[in-house]
């Protein structure tokens, strides 16, 4: 599953942008006539070169193709990783600098 | 009455009806001028975000969902690598994908009908795979999505010029304004004459501005479609025997949209509810 | 009559069976929102009824355009320490929607929320130590237009 990642080097600080491809099926949605199984990030790391700034707990309700927004200290340069994993067990992560 | 009604026709056939009547620009004048004496306040291109110009709760989601990473950005992005991976630019028509757009829809002298974008892009795609593509959603919509935002910024410019041409407008237009359905609903009732009203939850969007941010994204599909699907689905809900898509109805209402829309700016920013 | 409720239960648990095989019951296993989620979920609902109310902006709207979808931000840049900020939906099956756990981001963030119905949405921000809450009703209607 692919990411979009756009972190921006902005007046001391990194405005990153993410979306996440992922169905995030909350396992109550019926297709058919059966019950599509959860299946759904459960939780979201973010990184600046190596070092974790934001370490976040996922549930179902978040839309599908999940978008976040968010900003932390940094310079134009540095490296922004995103990592996830999904209750599946898939993981999924993308790099980029700012 | 029914006599009289039908000599009347009769001599105006006999007469060799021509389209001397018909006047495109007369017809958009006078559609700008009842929009803009209906909502004094809202400005010309503002039309082009249809009804969240007038609906400020869903407009600030709107331009929540536009400042972000919008939900169709990748269809789009995949809809450029598609068109470069089938070689699609290797048919005239769609050479120069800005210009294609710009040009789209159009009256085809030659095969006498209208042509819209869609309708191009599946003929290119089944000239160079062989294959048929899905004329609403999917790939043809991502192709058009990204076809259309080479031409983001440039203004429509709908050319409506021989007698021929004038015709699928007119039939166009008439199509527009005729009612149908069981509810007995025109396009007109609802996207001129009542709207910005709400249907239950909905606002009704304003017809001017309606072909600028084509093909569309809408939350309700979770995906792209096509001018032609959206018309479909909502004579569907009208509960009216939908048109077939890329076929002559729905290619002279396009065509008649379009040309009321001349002057707008195309745009890239597709999101709809 | 012990018999009877005996082979009752046993008849239930083959019928659960059968009704998870044929898919019309999820098992533990398909379903979403692992137990530790619901427990961080159950802990945030607690510290968002007693929290006093925050002094930081969160931004929802007031009807939803569409329920699948609904853009909410939290900003509390302004405060110092923010640690955590989450989101709660009052009426969906597991309040918490995501919980953010700050060690260096700053005290801010932007999201899209899944709300089935009309629900009280609750933004918990931890500063310092202390939790505070802003809560905003979020009404989410079905539309008529579709197709």
């Known amino acids: ?98 | 009455m029914k006599k009289l009604t039908t000599l009347f026709l009769g001599l105006s056939v006999a007469v060799g009806f021509t389209n001397a009547n018909i006047d495109p620009q007369a017809d958009q004048d006078a559609f700008i001028n009842y929009f803009k004496k209906a909502n004094p306040n809202v400005a010309l291109e503002d039309y082009s975000v249809g009804a969240y110009a007038l609906d400020e709760i869903n407009r600030g989601q709107f331009e929540d969902i536009l400042s972000g990473i919008t939900p169709y950005e990748d269809a789009v992005e995949k809809g450029g690598e598609e068109f470069a991976d089938l070689g699609l630019g290797k048919c005239a028509a769609l050479a120069d994908p800005a210009a294609a757009r710009v040009k789209h829809p159009y009256f085809d002298e030659v095969q006498g009908k209208v042509i819209t974008l869609e309708m191009t892009i599946a003929k290119c795609y089944n000239e160079v795979t062989g294959k048929k593509i899905a004329k609403n959603k999917g790939r043809i919509a991502r192709l058009s999505a990204w076809i259309s935002d080479q031409a983001a910024g440039e203004k429509i410019n709908v050319k409506v010029e021989s007698d021929a041409a004038k015709a699928a407008y007119q039939k166009g237009k008439a199509t527009f304004y005729a009612k149908r359905g069981e509810f007995n609903l025109s396009c007109a009732d609802c996207h001129v004459y009542n709207h910005g009203k709400k249907a239950r939850a909905d606002v009704l969007s304003p017809a001017l501005g309606h072909t600028t941010h084509l093909p569309m994204y809408r939350a309700k599909w979770g995906g792209l479609g096509t001018l032609h699907r959206r018309y479909g689905g909502c004579m569907k809900n009208m509960r009216a025997k939908p048109y077939k898509s890329h076929g002559e109805e729905f290619a002279n209402l396009e065509f008649y949209q379009a040309r009321m829309n001349n002057g707008f700016e195309i745009t890239a920013d597709r999101y709809r509810k | ?147």
Not at chain 3, 59 to 72: D, H, L, Q, R, T
């Open chain 3, 1 to 147: 009559m012990k018999r009877r409720l005996f082979l009752k239960s046993a008849m239930a648990g083959s019928a659960v069976a059968t009704a998870i095989g044929a898919g019309l019951l999820a098992p533990r296993a398909v379903m979403a929102n692992s137990d530790a989620f619901k427990a961080i979920s159950s802990k945030m609902d607690a510290a968002a009824a007693s929290a006093g109310k925050g002094s930081f902006t969160f931004k929802a709207p007031k009807i939803a355009e569409n329920g699948a979808v609904v853009p909410m931000t939290v900003d509390a840049s302004g405060m110092a320490d923010v640690s955590n900020i989450s989101i709660l939906v009052k009426e969906n099956g597991t309040p918490l929607c995501c919980s953010f756990n700050m060690t260096g981001a700053n005290g801010e963030v932007s999201t899209r929320v899944k709300m089935g119905k009309t629900s009280a949405v609750t933004a918990l921000v931890t500063a310092g130590g202390a939790t505070s809450a802003v809560t905003q009703e979020v009404k989410v209607t079905i539309g008529g237009c579709g197709g």
């Open chain 1, 1 to 98: 599953m692919s990411i979009k990642l756009k972190p921006r080097a902005r007046n001391g600080n990194i405005d990153i942008k993410l979306l996440i491809k992922h169905p995030m099926e909350t396992g109550l949605r019926k297709s058919k006539g059966k019950l599509v199984p959860a299946n759904h990030i459960t939780d979201m790391t973010v990184a600046v070169n190596g070092t974790t700034v934001m370490k976040a707990d996922i549930g179902s309700a978040v839309s599908k193709d999940p978008y976040f927004k968010f900003s932390t200290p940094g310079n134009k340069g540095d490296e922004v990783t995103v990592s996830y994993n999904d209750n599946k067990g898939k993981s999924g992560s993308a790099s980029k600098k700012a």
